[in-house]
Every structure is written in C-alpha cells, then in structure tokens.
C-alpha cells in the first residue's frame, strides 16, 4: 500500500506563492508518475501537472509559466512551486502518485486526503 502525504498548502493573497510537497511511504517496490489534481468548489477534479520518474513532465494549460513540478526519487518525493498565483487557483490539492505494491500486483493509483489552497484578492 502507498501512503501520500501532502503538506504546505494556506492562505495566500493573489500574486503570491506557495509551495506543496507531498512523500509516499508504505509499502511498494516503484512508483512511476507523480503528480497534483485540484478540485475547486462545484467543479470536477482536474490535473493541475504531472512528472514521470524519468522526468517527462505534463502541466494544464491553465497554470504553465506560473507552476512548477519537480520530484525527488530517491525521498519519493513530488513537489509543486505555485508562482503568480491567481484567484481561480483556489481548490483543494491532491497529490496522486501511481505505483506497484509488488511483483504479483499491477500498478495501482493512490491519493492523498488533500490540502487546502486558498488565493485571496
């Protein structure tokens, strides 16, 4: 079982930054892609970037240029600096990783509860 743990999300006035980090621990031998959702009040979760192990990267259209993915592989570690941050980045923040449990087990995704992004005028 992979276990996310998402820290650094707050209250943050429009054009300011914040910083998310999020560490898988458990019970695993891999974990490929690591990446961010958001799900904003009455919306649909959506992808906000993801990063391959291999560091293939993949961002929404909607936060390129302001938004910044990186992972640390050898902490299991994946992060996301939020520049310029704008009012519609408001929404909960989830970290997803996809990982494999075992050799007899396929790759699996795993979440983590979520952490609160809040950008104020």
């Known amino acids: 079982q992979v276990q996310l743990v998402e820290s650094g999300g707050g209250l943050v006035q429009a054009g300011g930054s914040l910083r998310l980090s999020c560490a898988a621990s458990?019970?695993?031998?891999?974990?490929?892609?690591m990446g961010w959702y958001r799900q904003a009040p009455g919306k649909q979760r959506e992808l906000v970037a993801t990063?391959?192990?291999?560091?293939?990267?993949d961002y929404a259209d909607s936060v390129k240029g302001r938004f910044t993915i990186s992972r640390d592989n050898a902490k299991f570690t994946v992060y996301l600096q939020m520049n310029s941050l704008k009012l519609e980045d408001t929404a909960v923040y989830y970290c997803?990783?996809?990982?494999?449990?075992?050799?007899?087990?396929?790759?699996?995704?795993?979440w983590g509860q979520g952490t609160q992004v809040t950008v104020s005028s």
């Open positions: 997803n990783a996809v990982g494999k449990r075992d050799y007899l087990t396929d790759y699996s995704q795993y």
């Open positions: 990063i391959s192990s291999t560091g293939n990267i």
């Open positions: 458990g019970s695993f031998i891999a974990i490929t892609v």
